[in-house]
Each structure stands twice: as C-alpha cells, then as structure tokens.
C-alpha cells in the first residue's frame, strides 16, 4: 500500500471524526453527568466498534466485487456522490440555524447525575459507532477508491481503519479532557464553522477527483 493511500485515508478519516455527529454528542453528554472515565470507556467502544465497521465492509465489499464487477464501478460512484453530499452538508450546516444542543444536554444533565458500570458506557458508545450510519458509507464510499480488491490483502484493511479508530482514539480522548476542563473552545461558533468549512472543501475535492476519474475511464 502506497504512502499516498495512508495519506489520503488519514485526511478523510479526520475530517469524518472532528466532523459534528452522534460520537460527539455522546462525549458531551457523558462527560458533565457521568464522569471523564466513562467518557473513556464511550471512547473505548466508539474504538473497538470502527474495527468491526471496517472488517464487515471489507467482507461485502469483497463478496461484491467477485459477483461483479460493473455494480463494483456503480459503488465506487455512489461513494464518490456521498461524499459530495458530505461537503454540501458541511457547508450547509455553515448557514442553518443552529440547535442549541448545549440546552437540551443541560436539562438532562440537572435531571440525574450518577456513576455508572463502566461496560455500561462501553456498550452505550460502542453501538452509538456501529448504529451511525455515517460511518457504514464512510467506509463503502473510501475503499473501493483506494483499495484494489481484485489484489487486496486483510492487512490492508487492518492498517486503514486502524488509522480510523486511532484518529477517533486521540480526537475524543483530547476532547474528553478538554471537556473536563473547559468545553467553551468546542461551543465557538467561529470554531465550528472552520471546522465545516474545511471539511466541506476537502470533501468535495475528493469526490470531484473521483467522479472525474470514474467518468474519463
């Protein structure tokens, strides 16, 4: 596998992870009512949750490609027009209105605070990654671009989303702590629509190169 495949993959994973979603909510939801160490273990299954995302990809997208190699090429669209809709997405978010999650949380967060089991809040972030169905097309859209399936060994995969299930790792980690500290930084409006903007402009060159590829074959 090629240093500009690690390259590119390392890119789109991080601008998937910082990207506003479910995985992040549901660190600023644990971490005010239960606590940063069942923040950690939301982390712990968010983690472990992408491996299982990545082989069950691997498996379907390999059963595809050996059944044909025509619906391969139709995937290989779809993914690119999905992560079209991503960038459009992100710049939309830019300009809505905003819901202030921040209150909602708030009136959860006075209703009960309490510990909890810690393979409780695995569990609760382990399957908040594999119910996101952001995270299935990720992988659908990704590798039939970067992978090639007819020569493509499991550790291949294995080295991919490891680099996905890292990323998630340090980003939530670091947000976990920094939540802990003061979460005024993530609440930025300024913060977050550079972070959109970035996303959406990345993301839509990536499905520009290749919807463009696709099309001159």
Known sequence: MSLDIILTFATISLLLVISPGPNGVLILKTVPLHGKKSAMNNVLGLF?????????SFFGLSAIILSSAQLFII?????????????IKAFYSIIKKEENIKESLQKEINIEKKKRKHALSFMEGFLTQMLNPKVSMFYLAAFPQLIDFKNAVFMDIFILTSIH?????IWFTLFVFLLGKSSKAFESKKIKNFIQGLTGTIFLYFSYKILNVETTK
């Open 48 to 56: 472990t949750a992408t491996y299982v995302h990545g082989a069950l």
């Open 75 to 87: 995937i290989k669209i779809l993914g690119a027009l999905y992560l079209l809709y991503l960038g």
């Open 165 to 169: 299930a890292v990323t998630i790792f």
